[in-house]
């Protein structure tokens, strides 16, 4: 049985190993389970693995009456086939595509910011599928096809029933604090990327209106009226990608109203590049040390992203500044 044992957790383990990430493309979206957490809560594995080996080595015991070193042995393999097997089939779903689909994996920062609001679904079917995976490696690695015979109903009723106790307790840390994914951006996901798509979408909505910008006096009537040039009708596109998802409440982009019912052949002969769309996440945050800011020029401007002349680069800077001062970002939700 040891061989047998040892041969499922050695293959669970080389199966996991061998399927890669599939790009770094687009947003990467992973369900927090009890042996996937975000990086916020990485504790919660260890808790969880504790726990199970101590639980389960237990009741092994107790109602399979087999000798201690066997009993936590059993709960170690059917742990480890657990976490092998489960995240082996996140890493599958991850990578059909290049653009990753919603899975199961580790790393990666909390998503707070989408929480029970965009995520419910994935949250419940990740861990529905867990609690499965979890009950078919406790029951085929740690009391096994001959001991199963002789386990009675209520005993396998009691391990069954404790087990899934602990894993929906281990999920409590994330619904309390919205934690319920965690990932991160791809680099056509990026904050940036979303800004160039924006100056994009003020072009087309500028070429359909009469070569006129939005009459928009903040960010949120904006978006309502480039959500058809977007492509993307949802509030979490107006939000960056890479640091506001880590936070609570998120704060959106800033529109310069300036610049609202503006001609755009008028914009774009500007001497001097000002901010049309810029990211909250700038100087002075804890996150970026220069601005992502989408510019009249049509520019990104960044750190040392943009080959600008340094000039501009600092008149952008401190453009940002004025704008961030006289219209704080709102909160997205």
């Known amino acids: ?69 066997q009993a936590f042995g059993r709960a170690i393999a059917a742990g480890l086939a657990f976490i092998l097997s489960f995240l082996f089939a996140g890493n599958i779903v991850y990578a059909m595509t290049t653009a990753p689909l919603p899975s199961v994996g580790i790393s990666g920062h909390a998503q707070f910011a989408l929480g029970w609001r965009h995520m419910w679904h994935l949250f419940i079917a990740a861990n529905t599928a867990g609690l499965l995976f979890m009950t078919v490696s406790l029951l085929c690695v ?67 209106h009469n070569d006129r910008l939005p009459e928009a006096r903040n960010m949120d009537e904006l978006r309502e009226k480039l959500d058809p040039y977007v492509g993307f009708h949802s509030d979490i596109y107006f939000v960056c990608s890479e640091y506001g998802l880590r936070e609570r409440h998120p704060r959106q982009f800033v529109w310069n109203t300036r610049f609202s019912g503006a001609r755009l052949s008028e914009v774009e002969k500007l001497e001097k590049p000002e901010p049309l769309i810029v990211c909250p996440y700038f100087s002075g945050d804890r996150y970026h040390k220069e601005p992502w800011a989408v510019s009249t020029t049509g520019a990104l401007y960044a750190a040392g992203r943009e080959k600008a002349p340094e000039e501009d680069k600092a008149h952008m800077r401190e453009k940002v500044a004025e704008l961030l001062e006289a219209q704080p970002a709102g909160c997205a939700w």
């Open 142 to 208: 740690g009391v096994g096809r001959k001991r199963l015979r002789e386990l009675g109903k209520m005993a396998l009723l009691k391990l069954i029933a404790f087990n899934i106790a602990l894993y929906l307790a281990c999920l409590f840390p994330y619904a309390v604090t919205n934690g319920l994914t965690h990932g991160w951006a791809g680099s056509y996901s990026s904050c940036g990327k979303r800004l160039i798509r924006m100056k994009e979408a003020l072009g087309s909505y500028a070429r359909d």
């Open 1 to 69: 049985m040891r061989r047998r044992t040892n041969s499922t957790v050695l293959c669970c383990a080389c199966l996991s190993a061998a399927c890669g990430d599939a790009a770094a493309h687009g947003m990467t979206y992973f369900a927090s389970t009890p042996v996937s957490p975000p990086n916020e809560f990485i504790w919660v594995l260890f808790l969880y693995s504790a726990a199970f080996v101590a639980m389960n080595g237990y009741l092994l015991i107790r109602h399979i009456h087999i000798p201690e070193a």
